[in-house]
Nanobody, 120 residues
Framework: VQLQASGGGLAQPGGCLRL?????????????IGWFRQAPGKEREAVSC????????YYTDSVKDRFTISRDNAKNTLYRQLNNLKPEDTAVYYC??????????????WGKGTLVTVSS
């Protein structure tokens, strides 16, 4: 099982980025997949999650209406569209696989992170 996050980079405040999480070794749409982030000097926080099978999504309050999560089953890839970026969104973003189709099952695999920097 592998998760490969990509798409990070430098964006200006108000800009956008699209992060990808390419999965291998398992069928992406059967499991809940989450995005976490860790800002410098801060603890890792959960940002969003999409459930397996039923595509139910979860977003933390600070990113609601700005970030969206979607899945391309044909490519076995998860995407995160980050819009209206703010400097406080600067962090390393990680994707993670949950044991089952819901967040309640806990996580078993993490991908390497991708750095998002929001600065003018």
């Amino acid at each position: 099982v592998q998760l490969q996050a990509s798409g990070g980079g430098l964006a200006q405040p108000g800009g956008c980025l699209r992060l990808s999480c390419a999965a291998s070794g398992f069928t992406l749409d059967r499991f809940a997949i989450g995005w976490f982030r860790q800002a410098p000097g801060k603890e890792r926080e959960a940002v969003s999650c999409i459930s397996g099978n039923i595509n139910r999504t979860y977003y933390t309050d600070s990113v609601k209406d700005r970030f969206t999560i979607s899945r391309d089953n044909a490519k076995n890839t998860l995407y995160r569209q980050l819009n209206n970026l703010k400097p406080e969104d600067t962090a390393v973003y990680y994707c993670t696989k949950y044991v089952g189709s819901s967040r309640s099952f806990g996580m078993d695999y993490w991908g390497k992170g991708t750095l998002v920097t929001v600065s003018s």
